[in-house]
């Protein structure tokens, strides 16, 4: 079955630490991945994607993510946290079922920032 | 680019009353347009997808009578809430893609309360 496995429901950092958010996919095919970053209250935004080629992927706001098909990982990166990136992050994987494209949703991880 | 935008933002009805909700591609042709609901602190679950023209795709377990969703044209997908219960309060957000594409992107919510 398709999933997304976001191991850590809430993450807390201190400001100016590294962060780095684990993603954990169950797809057969060959995936496209999504990180989308929610703030309170708010729609979703896309911060970075995956589709092909490389592995490492940059994306919005100095956030960047590795895919590794060995692990069936796609973990987000920010070296440097700031307060503002206090927020909810989702994982997704774009799957095909039924004949449609999808996307299927990992829990979320909650980030909090310590100044 | 690639804005899509939700009316209304909040809104609040008497129980057994209906309520619609518009999700509008403001800057591009959505082929296919999806609805999600999210309970707080919870991720989002895929409710419907909707194709421009034709009858909307729903997940199991939601009911196409009570959610009905309307893709009467390439920017315009309604949501209608028919008979509308406490239980059905919740957090409603609209996606839109373009043809062939995973990617997708997201209104910014609707807070919909059932007194």
């Known amino acids: 079955a398709q999933s997304v496995t976001q191991p850590d429901i809430h993450i807390t950092v201190s400001e100016g630490a590294s962060l780095e958010l684990r993603c954990n996919y169950s797809?057969?095919?060959?995936?496209?991945l999504f990180w989308y970053v929610q703030s309170p209250g708010q729609g979703l935004q896309l911060l970075l994607k995956?589709?092909?080629?490389?592995?490492l992927v940059q994306g919005i706001k100095g956030f960047e993510a590795e895919f590794k098909r060995s692990q069936s990982s796609f973990n987000l990166r920010k070296p440097s946290v700031h307060w503002s990136d206090a927020a909810e992050y989702f994982c997704?994987?774009?799957?095909?079922?039924?004949?449609?494209?999808?996307?299927?949703f990992g829990a979320g991880t909650r980030l909090a920032v310590h100044p | 680019g690639a804005v899509v935008s939700q009316h209304p933002s909040r809104v609040i009805c008497k129980s057994g009353t209906s309520v619609k909700i518009e999700c509008r591609s403001l800057?591009?042709?959505?082929?296919?347009m999806f609805w999600y609901r999210q309970f707080p602190k919870q991720s989002l679950m895929l409710m419907a997808t909707?194709?421009?023209?034709?009858?909307?795709?729903?997940e199991q377990g939601v009911e196409k009578d009570k959610f009905l969703i309307n893709h009467a044209s390439l920017t315009l997908s309604t949501l209608t809430v028919t008979s509308a219960h406490p239980e059905d309060s919740s957090f409603y957000i609209c996606?839109?893609?373009?043809?062939?594409?995973?990617?997708?992107?997201f209104g910014p919510g609707t807070r919909l309360t059932v007194t």
């Open positions: 997704a994987v774009g799957v095909t079922s039924g004949g449609y494209n999808k996307l299927i």
């Open positions: 995956y589709f092909s080629g490389d592995t």
């Open positions: 797809y057969g095919a060959t995936p496209y």
């Open positions: 996606s839109a893609r373009v043809a062939g594409s995973y990617e997708q992107y």
């Open positions: 800057d591009f042709q959505a082929t296919t």
């Open positions: 909707s194709n421009e023209g034709s009858k909307a795709t729903y």
